[in-house]
C-alpha cells in the first residue's frame, strides 16, 4: 500500500508543478499586456505633445498602424489570455482529483491499519487468556 501511495503523493506533486507553470503563464500574459497598454499609453502622450508642436500627416498615418498594431496585439494577448485560464483550470481540476485519488487510498491504508491492529489485539487477548487459563489450572493441580 505504501508504494501506491508514494505513487500518488507523486502524481500529485507533478500536477502541482504543472499548475503552478500554468499559473505564472498567465501572470507573464497578464505583465504584457498591462507593457502593451503602458507603451500604448506612452506613445500616445508622446505623439500628442508632437501634433502640438507640428502637425504631420505622415507621422499621424505611421502613429495609426502603431497604434492599430497595438491594438491587435493587445486583443491577441487577452484570447491568450483566456485559453490559458481556461489550461489553468483544467490543470486545477486535475490537482483536485490526484488530491482525491490520494486521499482516497490514504483513507484505505488507514482501514487496513485499523483492521490489522484489532486482528493483533484479538490474537494477543486470546493468548494472555490462554496463559490465565493454564496458570490457573496448573495451580489448581497442585492443590
Not at 4 to 19: A, G, M, P, Y
Not at 68 to 81: A, N, S
Not at 108 to 126: D, M, S
Amino acid at each position: 500500500m505504501e508504494p501506491l501511495l508514494k505513487q500518488r503523493k507523486h502524481i500529485e506533486d507533478e500536477k502541482q508543478k504543472v499548475l503552478a507553470s500554468a499559473t505564472k503563464k498567465i501572470l507573464e500574459q497578464e505583465d504584457e499586456l498591462i507593457q502593451i497598454e503602458e507603451t500604448r499609453q506612452s506613445s500616445c502622450n508622446n505623439h500628442f505633445e508632437k501634433i502640438k508642436k507640428e502637425f504631420n500627416v505622415i507621422d499621424l498615418l505611421v502613429f495609426s498602424r502603431y497604434v492599430h498594431k497595438l491594438k491587435t496585439d493587445r486583443m491577441v494577448g487577452g484570447e491568450m489570455l483566456k485559453v490559458l485560464r481556461q489550461d489553468e483550470n483544467e490543470k486545477r481540476k486535475e490537482l483536485l482529483n490526484a488530491s482525491r485519488e490520494r486521499k482516497k487510498y490514504e483513507k484505505l491504508r488507514e482501514i487496513q491499519e485499523e483492521k490489522f491492529y484489532k486482528v493483533i489485539e484479538e490474537k494477543e487477548k486470546k493468548e494472555s487468556d490462554e496463559i490465565a487459563l493454564n496458570i490457573f489450572r496448573y495451580n489448581n493441580k497442585l492443590k
